[in-house]
């Protein structure tokens, strides 16, 4: 598990977190400040320079920043066109350094594909200075910002690995890289490694610096134009025998045990991150034995990943994270059928799951493992549809703004030909060992293709729901299809505080909705996410994107879904599962929250609907729930 951390003091050494995330050369020259770590940075004393001007010292919004925060700044001299920008500490260590070519940073020039980490493009919207560049950043990113600064050397080759994260290969011929001497220039890539030309989709490069890497140094990596891509910074005794990202071309650095260069990174070595455990990952714990009526179900509806689908961008590792046969109840005594996750926002320590037998559960970390929250209930609580009747065929939930729990229902489990696509608000507050939802929407008639009398069609709704707040659509442009103008949430008075985008199975769409309180419901259309089938979805604060989540159907892939320049919601990048999973029926899958960030690093969880795991006699056989990392 990734746990949250106590607050510590701003640490000063942490600078190595720190990283320039957007800079403009108009509007008073302003620059952001993005701290990747977990621990606050003291900025006290930090001064910068630019290609004509010595280090000067500047005025912060504020002397910390705090972990994944942001800090801003006007720069006390011109920065201009065809400009430089370099970070040094108190004590003159450089920090973090980018260079831009003319009108690079007019309006602004900001990391894009992620905050601390992502390549450098002019911004084509407003500056986003003191919040995530997502919203600032053109739809479609240059090929050439998913090239990363992977691993490096600093103990005797002083070797650089480049990897590619992107879906078309990059040329690199003309690059340069320069160290942290400001007295150096930019060497050219080639010139140190003449095969070095290009980079393939989720490929690497790698050359051999001939101005040496040493202890306190840096890698800045600049495009044929000088515009900075990448960097990387370590301290005294890092690099040695290597400093590697763990999580391709994601998350931050670690000083690792063993060079992996050429290959995936290990993660194996005393940095956070993803954990340790070899160049492919393990798939750790598990184990237990079948109880009695236990009876794992082996996965259906294997399909191919679809194309341009890139590496799970977490740790390697995943860990098995329940008890065996955690799951069965009086309606599922086979044990199987988890399948919606959720963290509760307010409270990263629970994570609620949907069975589809009508249960509802909260679950605590212990030793490691999510089990059920015996303060709670031990064995879960069972659902109902309006009015206490039937078996809801709960498969997503979501949880809303004022803390209720949103579950969507296929079908009534007493009557399963017939397709009741509802969505259903409970109070996890109400007593008792049975909930009634305060509100019931419902979709059915809607989707017309799913009432056919075969329980196969009935059973294909809506699968997964997804909170998103309406401060989100309205930051990025979100047009309203029913408008055709900016969303504006003051047009739907009783609908809260967000809309509900709930996942259909049948066709991978997500259809989005106002649940009133007066029970009455606005649809505001389909959107598509470009998937076969949709099995859960999620809103992530953190990466700032709705995530449509498909299993083994569509190659166990994750599509982030974005706002782009024309107010429509489109898929943007699509990530597989850890090669270390099992190809199952995976149908729920949740990201905590950013507020328990490690190292660069929280917690992502799946739950396995058939809880078949590798199959009979292996350690995640009638196991349910995976836990890993994720980048925050």
């Known amino acids: 598990m990734v746990a949250a951390q106590p607050a510590a003091a701003a640490d000063p050494a942490g600078y190595q977190n720190v990283r320039i995330n957007e800079v403009t050369s108009s509007n008073n020259d302003t620059v952001e400040l993005y701290n990747t770590g977990s621990t606050a940075v003291s900025i006290s004393g930090w001064k910068m320079s630019d290609d004509s001007f010595s280090p000067q010292s500047f005025s912060p919004s504020s002397g910390t920043i705090p972990a994944g925060g942001f800090v801003t700044f006007n720069s006390p001299k011109g920065l201009g066109d065809s400009d430089k920008l370099v970070i040094y500490t108190s004590g003159g260590t450089v920090v973090d350094r980018v260079e831009w070519a003319t009108n690079g940073a007019k309006p602004a020039m900001a990391r894009c594909g992620g905050d601390g980490t992502g390549g450098w493009v002019t911004a084509t919207a407003a500056s986003t200075f003191g919040a995530s560049n997502a919203s600032g950043c053109p739809s479609s990113i240059p090929a050439a910002s ?37 007295s150096h220039s930019p060497v050219s890539v080639s010139s140190s490694s003449p095969s070095a030309t290009s980079i393939p989709a989720g490929g690497y490069v790698a050359f051999n610096s001939t101005i040496g890497l040493g202890d306190n140094d840096s890698v800045f990596l600049l495009d044929s134009n000088g515009n900075t891509i990448d960097s990387m910074t370590w301290a005294t005794g890092g690099a040695k025998p290597s400093d590697e990202r763990c999580g391709n071309g994601a998350g931050w650095f670690q000083t690792s045990t063993t060079a992996t260069l050429g290959s995936a990174n290990s993660c194996a070595g005393g940095g956070g991150g993803g954990g340790g455990g070899g160049q492919t990952g393990q798939l750790l714990g598990g184990g237990g034995s079948l109880t009695s009526g236990c009876t ?14 890139l590496a799970w961008p977490g740790g390697l590792d995943v860990t098995i994270a329940d008890n065996v046969c955690a799951f069965t109840t009086s309606t599922g005594p086979e044990g199987r059928d988890l399948s919606g996750l959720a963290f509760e926002p307010a409270n990263p320590s629970v994570l609620w799951a949907a069975k589809n037998k009508d249960w509802l559960f909260k679950l605590v970390k212990s030793n490691g493992k999510w089990i059920p929250d015996a303060s709670w209930s031990a064995t879960g609580k069972q659902i109902r549809f309006a009015g206490g009747s039937g078996e809801p065929d709960s498969e997503g939930l979501t949880i809303g703004a004022n803390g209720h729990i949103y579950v969507t229902s296929e079908r009534d489990n007493t009557n399963n030909t017939v397709p009741k696509d509802t969505i259903m608000e409970f109070d996890p507050a109400a007593t008792g060992s049975t909930l009634t939802p305060i509100h019931q929407w419902d979709m059915t008639s809607q989707f017309p293709q799913l009432n056919t009398g075969s329980k196969d069609d009935a059973n294909l709704g809506f699968e997964g729901v997804g909170y998103v707040p309406d401060s989100w659509l309205t930051a990025n442009g979100w047009v309203d299809p029913l408008t055709g103008a900016a969303y504006n949430p003051a047009n739907y008075p009783l609908h809260g505080a967000g809309l509900f985008f709930a996942g259909l199975e049948w066709d991978g769409t997500l259809h989005v909705y106002g649940l009133n309180s007066d029970g009455t419901f606005t649809t505001f259309g389909t959107i598509a996410t470009g998937k076969a089938s949709v099995m859960d979805v999620t809103f992530d604060a953190g990466t700032q994107r709705i995530i449509a989540t498909c299993d083994n159907t569509c190659g166990e892939t994750h599509t982030l879904m974005k706002v782009n320049a024309s107010g429509a919601i489109v898929p943007d990048v699509t990530y597989t599962n850890p090669a270390v999973m099992p190809t199952d029926n995976l149908e729920g899958f949740a990201i905590a929250p950013t507020s328990i960030c490690v190292n660069g690093f929280r917690e992502a969880v799946w739950s396995d609907d058939g809880i078949y795991g590798f199959g009979s006699g292996s350690s995640s056989h009638g196991h349910a729930i995976y836990s890993g990392t994720f980048p925050c």
């Open 146 to 182: 998913w090239v990363r600064i992977n691993e490096v050397t600093s103990d005797g080759a002083d070797t650089v690995e480049l990897y590619n994260g992107g879906t078309g290969a990059v040329s690199i011929g003309s690059w340069k890289y320069v160290d942290n001497d400001t």
């Open 296 to 309: 794992p179900e082996a996965p259906s509806g294997t399909g191919s990943t679809p194309a341009g689908t």
